[in-house]
């Protein structure tokens, strides 16, 4: 069917998109304003996500949090109904579940403070993440957003200038989103998770 809709041009509204969205393991997908985007990360990008993902559960464990990290869900943009984009890890408050009307049988969040924790690994089409999905994520008033940049890849506006690997992370007060920038041995300050001991360097490493 991606096919055919690619040839036809036909722009689905999030409804068609739930309904097409294959089971199984042919991979993962978004929605990005009618448009099916497959989404194909490198190796080293889901070694990264996943040792993000593994550090984040072992934390929630151990702090005996009432959030967890589903294997992939969904996140409607909230001003939109032709788009909607899967986080590279993202943590739930399961406490939030009963408002969240698409969660049982569509796995898709609607409501931005549902969300803990969005994060997204940086690959080459950077500019999703720290332009589409940044202004998405702070719209839906998502209380914490990371990018990844793990590779220096993002524009020099945002992680700096000589680019370098860099964890930039989104912190929503007030209507809107302030950054604080990590980079080599910094220890990530995540207001969420504020006993979390993780570097960007370790991030590095886990990638090579």
């Given at each position: 069917?991606?096919?055919?809709?690619?040839?036809?041009?036909?722009?689905?509204?999030?409804?068609?998109?739930?309904?097409?969205y294959p089971d199984g393991y042919e991979g993962r997908f978004?929605?990005?304003?009618?448009?099916?985007?497959?989404?194909?990360?490198?190796?080293?990008?889901?070694?990264?996500?996943?040792?993000?993902?593994?550090?984040?559960?072992?934390?929630?464990?151990?702090?005996?949090?009432?959030?967890?990290?589903?294997?992939?869900?969904?996140?409607?943009?909230?001003?939109?109904?032709?788009?909607?984009?899967?986080?590279?890890?993202?943590?739930?408050?399961?406490?939030?579940?009963?408002?969240?009307?698409?969660?049982?049988?569509?796995?898709?969040?609607?409501?931005?403070?549902?969300?803990?924790?969005?994060?997204?690994?940086?690959?080459?089409?950077?500019?999703?993440?720290?332009?589409?999905?940044?202004?998405?994520?702070?719209?839906?008033?998502?209380?914490e957003y990371w990018i990844v940049d793990y590779l220096g890849?993002?524009?020099?506006?945002?992680?700096?200038?000589?680019?370098?690997?860099?964890?930039?992370?989104?912190?929503?007060?007030?209507?809107?989103?302030?950054?604080?920038?990590?980079?080599?041995?910094?220890r990530l300050r995540s207001p969420t998770f504020p006993e979390?001991?993780?570097?960007?360097?370790?991030?590095?490493?886990?990638?090579?």
């Amino acid at each position: 069917m991606l096919n055919q809709i690619e040839e036809q041009h036909i722009a689905l509204t999030l409804d068609e998109f739930l309904d097409w969205y294959p089971d199984g393991y042919e991979g993962r997908f978004e929605l990005h304003d009618g448009v099916i985007v497959k989404v194909q990360p490198t190796g080293t990008h889901e070694q990264v996500a996943g040792f993000l993902a593994s550090k984040l559960s072992i934390y929630i464990d151990r702090q005996d949090l009432p959030f967890f990290i589903p294997r992939q869900g969904l996140v409607k943009a909230i001003d939109s109904p032709k788009s909607a984009y899967i986080p590279d890890v993202i943590v739930l408050d399961r406490n939030a579940l009963d408002h969240e009307p698409l969660w049982k049988q569509r796995s898709t969040i609607i409501q931005g403070a549902t969300i803990k924790l969005a994060i997204e690994v940086v690959s080459t089409n950077w500019q999703d993440d720290y332009l589409m999905k940044l202004g998405e994520y702070e719209k839906l008033g998502i209380a914490e957003y990371w990018i990844v940049d793990y590779l220096g890849l993002g524009g020099r506006r945002y992680i700096g200038d000589p680019k370098q690997p860099t964890v930039s992370i989104y912190d929503w007060v007030d209507g809107e989103y302030r950054v604080n920038l990590f980079r080599g041995q910094d220890r990530l300050r995540s207001p969420t998770f504020p006993e979390l001991n993780l570097t960007v360097e370790q991030l590095v490493q886990v990638a090579t």
